[in-house]
């Protein structure tokens, strides 16, 4: 029998059923209890988010199933369909305006999104109001200043180039009545844009004292284009009568003209404007297209020069202080004016700068468009010579007139054939055999779009980059230099010069 103090000392050691041993076994099994149930939380979520995957997959395939046999059970109805048809051509070309309004409603949708996203400080084009609206702010806008009519003319020239896109869409989908709307706002569009051109060179004519340049007191000269080069504008006012002047150059914007003697003993302005798009108002068919721009050459009456007095500036007001005298070539006899009389007046020669994206074929023409009759004509023009390296063109006039370098729009036709072959499930191409100069021409087709792939000329790039709509890329490719659209006047003017012209067969 052990003694107190042994048994005592046992006990201190720890024993089996010691207070120590309890606690230190109870914690642990706390500590095990608690790692067991976070391993079953883990478990759990881990579940959970299995399920949830596996929820969201089999909604994903389900979803995918019943796409899948929805395209199956629409495919076999319009096999169906098709087969009682038997070719009723007149259905299948109303289902497929049906298919092509809803990708047209969808399309309209992205692009009104886009627009939308870009935030674009531009008006919507396709609303009457809006257009309407910006007119009237335009015309009823007072600051006539050189550079605030350039902005204007650039954000102009944008809205114009809106609106011939969504004629050519509404052509392409034969709704007339938009085609017919864009294309009364482009004319008005036009008609403002040079009235507002025409009111602020009034007025720096009218104040032509402070436009004099430092190193010439008595000259006024103003070379200066839009940020984006979409009018160019040259201006010479002559108060000096120096008969020592040969020729005026318009060094920023790659313009010159020689001054005939006569007309530099004249109290007149001589004015350049090459407008990069063509902002002549063709209300008819005309056998010919303007390439690079329209150049306006115009000689303007100049008012009565201001007095001084003392400290005093005083200006006769008169209708040359708002609107523009345009003057004939050449002159009439002019009061004062030693140079104005006389019949021996040479030819103007005029050298500007062709700009690049237009195709500039052999034997280029020159024309000046002739107003009343609303149609180009060469008689007067002369010594046409154009560099193909420097893109200079240089000739010579006798019209104070709009002048282009012109192409004749049946060069290119008769169409002599067509293929089409497939290029992906989604694309193909079309290729057009031509009589004229590029004898292939190439369009790749999509959902919605065309695009130029052939020729390969440089000119030609904006449009290989560039998908358009399939009137719109015509149309554009006709102001770059290449025409395959064909109408009636095309059809006797083929049909005069020797060409046989077969009707359509049935």
Known sequence: MSSPLTRSNTNSKGG???????????????????????????????????EAREREFMGKADEESRLYEKEIAYLQQEHERTLKEKGDVSQWDGDTTKWMNEYS??????????????????????????VNTYMTLWKEKEDISLDETLKDFDECDKIISDLEANQAEAEDKNNSKLATRCQTNIIQLKELSLGKI????????QYADEHTTTSKSSEVLISTCSKNNSIRYGLWINLAKNPR??????????MSVE???????????LRLVIFRENILKEEKESEFHPLGGVLFFELLQVPPPPKKVKAWTLRQVTALSTQLQKLQYPLVSTVGDQGATGSNWPAIH?????????????????????????????????????????????????????????????SDLPLKSWSLKPLSNKTSCLTIYCLGSF????????????RLLQPQSADLLPLRNSKLSPSLLLKKLQTMGINVIGNQKAMNYLTKHGHEIKAKTS
């Open 259 to 269: 001054v005939p003697k006569n007309l530099a003993l004249t109290t007149i302005a």
């Open 105 to 130: 409603r969808k399309k309209t949708r992205e692009e009104e999104w886009n627009k939308y996203v870009q935030l674009s400080n531009s008006i919507d084009t396709l609303n009457e109001a809006d």
């Open 16 to 50: 089996a059923n010691s207070p120590q041993k309890s606690r230190t076994i109870s914690t642990k099994e706390k500590k095990a209890e608690r790692e067991k149930k976070r391993a079953e939380e883990q478990r759990r979520i881990e579940e959970q988010l299995n």
């Open 198 to 205: 025409d009111r602020m060179t009034a007025n720096v004519i």
């Open 245 to 254: 002047i040969k020729s005026i150059d318009f060094p920023n914007i790659e």
């Open 439 to 450: 004898r292939e021409i190439q369009l790749e087709i999509g959902e919605g779009y065309c």
């Open 350 to 410: 005029i050298v500007y700068n062709i700009q690049k994206n237009v195709v500039i074929q052999e034997n280029p023409t020159v024309a000046w468009w002739d107003a009343e009759t609303a149609d180009w004509k060469f008689e007067g023009i002369s010594d046409i010579v154009f560099s193909a390296e420097k893109r200079t063109l240089s000739f010579n006039t006798f019209h104070t007139a709009p002048h282009a370098l012109v192409y004749n729009l049946y």
